[in-house]
Every structure is written in C-alpha cells, then in structure tokens.
C-alpha cells in the first residue's frame, strides 16, 4: 500500500534517486499525493463525487494525469473550505488553496496560479504551463441606426484625394482654359473653382470655361465627378440598409469613464491582490471602484451572473479571456443568441503555474514534465478541444446587421440636417447681399 509523499520523500533511498535524476525518477513502490484544486473552466473541470484523480479532467486535469502516470503516484483529491485560489491576511496567513499548500495541509494545488511577489515569499511554483489575460465581458447593445451613415461610404483617404483632384483640376483649367484675350481675374477663378464643385455635386454645367483645353479638362473631371458619385450612391444604399449594434465596453478606460456600468469579479486572486498594490494607473483606478460602490465580487458562479445582472442592466465581468469564452459558448447554447461580447483590450497578462510548499524536492521532477507537456504542444491542444464550442458560435458575431424595411426620418435625419444647415447659410449669404450696397467703384 502506497503511502503518503512525505512520508516516502523521508527515505533517504528515494529522496537519493530522485536528486539524482528528476527527469526519469519513478518511486519505486508509489506514493499517495494530496492535491487541492477548484473548478475552474477550461482550465480544471471537477466533477462531483467519487475519489482520486478520475474526478478531475481539463487540460491541467491531463496535466496531472501524465504527472501521476509517469511519477507513480496516486492522487488523493480535496478543494479549499473558502472555495478561493488565496490571499494573504493581514496578520500574514494565507486562505484558500495557497493557504492549504504553506500549512503542509497537501502537496500540490493545481490552480493554475499567476505568479506575484507576495506568493513567491510563500510558495514554489512549477515551470510555466500558460498565458493567462483578464478581458471584459458585456452585453451587446439594443440594433440602432446612425443617422450620419451618410458619411461613410468613402473613406477619409478618398475624400482627401477627391478634395486633392479637385485643387488640381482647377488650377489646371486656370491655365489652359483661360477666356478670350487671356486675362485671368480672381473672380472668374473663383468661378472655375465653384463650376468643378458643382460638376462633382452633379449639378451641371455653365458656359464658366473656354477654350478647347479648358473643355477637355472639364470634361475629364465630369467623367471623374460620375464614378465617384455612383459609387458614394450605390455604397449608400448598402449603408442605410445596415443596423450597428453598440460594443461601447473595450478597454479600462470605457468602463472606468461610463458611471453606470458596475464590475463583477472573483475576489482574492492574484490580479485582484496585484492591481491593490499599483499605486498609479488604469489598473489603480479600476481597484477603488469598491470605494464608490461599483463592484460586485462573485467567487462561485459567473453564469448566475449574467442571468441575473449582465443581460438586465450596465454590468460588465472582468475574469480571465479563456473562462469569459466559455461563458459566452453557455450563453450562446442556452439562449442561441451572441448577444455578449468581449472587449479588444486585454488586461494583465501572467503566466500560469502549479504550486508547492517551499523547498519540496519533488517540483524539479514535476517541472521537467511540465516542460515536456507545453513545448510539444499537447497542452495548448487540450485547451483547444476544450474551447472548441467557443470557436463554433459567437467569437466572430458581427456588430452590424442586415435589415429590409422602408426608409423612413431615423435613417435619414442626419442628411436634413445637413440640408437644412446648408440652405441657412445660403439664406444669410442671399440676405447680405441684398443689404450691402455695391462698391460703385468697381469695374463690370
């Protein structure tokens, strides 16, 4: 009968073997492991009831199976009391799994934990197993309309060439479309100026320009002027046809600037703990918002959540990318709608670890195998299957939508305004000159 690994890493015989061959030390008549571990998709996946390593599956479950497999151990599987990864008490003790692991309570705690200064002081961690960042989750917005979609269906850099051709063109007319006798007076330079604008509004032409030359370069600038609005009015069209689903939430900054949205997250973990001692920054601020009531800390059930605060009010969740892509796939197969979304901003990236009591001599043979499970690829294959209902669904949902229904005053406010605009300034133009009287020194 195996016994526990304290016990057998007391003999000598095996504590010998194993210094002096980490990489391939098997012992010799088995050892029972005590390992503490929290459900945590899609990293580890407890499932309720029954004893040793077969109650735990996940990728860094697998991790442990190999580990277990290849050291010939066997698994003796517990969870925290508190049901937290651990934090350290003001009087220096630690609670959750850390807590287990520095009072010798068990050997291993899966985690997978970030690594920080504090826990460093408290514990040993394996080799690196992952990268993990913190993202933001939040609820799509309501499909609206965007009244000044008028605007884009041309980029600023075709504007920008379009404004360019047309200064081109006109100083181009200025020289060789000069009216008969060649003078070239300000005022009917501003007269060719204002015939290219109005070829490009396709308004038509007038008799401005003269000469053969001036003629080919107009006409050039009319065949131009067409292709352009053609295509503004072909692209419009499309537009005007689309919805655009708000997605305000993607960095700290948004959520820090709206008063309305209020954080969920996971309390005593190592962002938590390291974002408490950053004395300036984003990350600062995003900490005292417990000080104004903006947080809500859940440790157990994020899906709750979501039902109960994210798809009803301005809550957004703040927990690790991988964990928010799995509560999107629930979401999506229970409700199969991809009304959440995640934020483009990724917050906090840290490596991910096992850990172990200080000085175990048994974490050099536990890290060689690490090594040799993340540089063959075989973990971040595991953490593909386990996501591959995420990558199925709503990963890539769009943040426009497609409608067919008449137009109506929402679409298209946003160009009565401009024509109102315009046609005010046209009136104030008209009435100064009927209020100014003509310089009667100036020449027909």
């Not at 994020?302 to 990318?321: F, P």
Request: net charge neutral.
């Amino acid at each position: 009968m195996a016994h526990p690994l304290r016990q057998v890493l007391a003999e000598p015989k095996v504590l010998r073997l194993l210094n002096q061959d980490a990489a391939s030390f098997r012992f010799p008549k088995g050892a029972v492991v005590t390992v503490t571990v929290e459900h945590w998709r899609p990293y580890v996946i407890v499932a309720p009831g029954g004893e040793g390593c077969q109650k735990v599956s996940g990728p860094v479950g697998a991790i442990l199976a190999v580990i277990a497999q290849t050291l010939n151990f066997t698994c003796k599987v517990v969870s925290p009391p508190d049901a937290v990864w651990g934090s350290q008490l003001p009087n220096g003790s630690w609670t959750g799994m850390i807590g287990q692991v520095v009072r010798q309570e068990v050997d291993l705690a899966l985690g997978p934990f970030g690594m920080i200064y504090s826990r460093t002081k408290a514990v040993d961690f394996s080799a690196f197993i992952s990268l993990n960042a913190r993202s933001i989750l939040s609820r799509k917005g309501i499909p609206e309309i965007n009244p000044w979609g008028f605007l884009f269906p041309l980029t600023g850099t075709v504007w920008g060439a379009v404004a360019a051709a047309l200064v081109v063109v006109w100083l181009t007319t200025l020289l060789v479309g000069r009216r008969s006798g060649g003078s070239v007076s300000l005022r009917w330079a501003g007269e060719v100026f204002l015939q290219n604008v109005r070829v490009f509004l396709n308004q038509g032409l007038t008799g401005t320009v003269d000469g053969e030359g001036g003629l080919i370069i107009l006409g050039s600038w009319v065949v131009v002027a067409a292709v352009v609005f053609w295509s503004y009015t072909g692209t419009l069209t499309s537009l005007l046809a689309v919805r655009y689903i708000p997605q305000p939430i993607q960095t700290i900054r948004n959520l820090l600037d709206d008063p309305s949205v209020t954080v969920i997250t996971v309390p005593m973990t190592h962002f938590a703990e390291a974002i408490s001692k950053i004395e300036s920054g984003e990350l600062r601020e995003l900490h005292e918002l417990d000080k104004v009531g903006r947080v809500i800390y859940e440790t157990t059930d994020l899906h709750s959540m979501i039902e109960k605060y994210v798809r009803h009010g301005s809550y957004s969740i703040v927990d690790a990318a991988f964990s928010l892509d799995l509560l999107m796939a629930d979401n999506f197969i229970k409700t199969k709608t991809c009304d959440l979304y995640k934020s483009r901003q990724r917050i906090f990236s840290t490596g991910t670890h096992l850990i172990m009591e200080k000085g175990n001599p048994l974490l050099p043979a536990i890290d060689y195998r690490i090594k040799v499970i993340v540089e063959s690829g075989l973990f971040e294959h595991w953490m593909y299957n386990e996501l591959l209902a995420y990558h199925s669904n709503c990963r890539y949902s769009p943040s426009i939508i497609l409608v067919r229904e008449p137009l109506s005053l929402a679409n298209l406010w946003g160009l009565f305004v401009v024509l109102g605009t315009g046609l005010m300034l046209a009136t104030n133009v008209f009435c100064l000159e009927l209020n100014v009287p003509p310089n009667p020194t100036s020449k027909p």
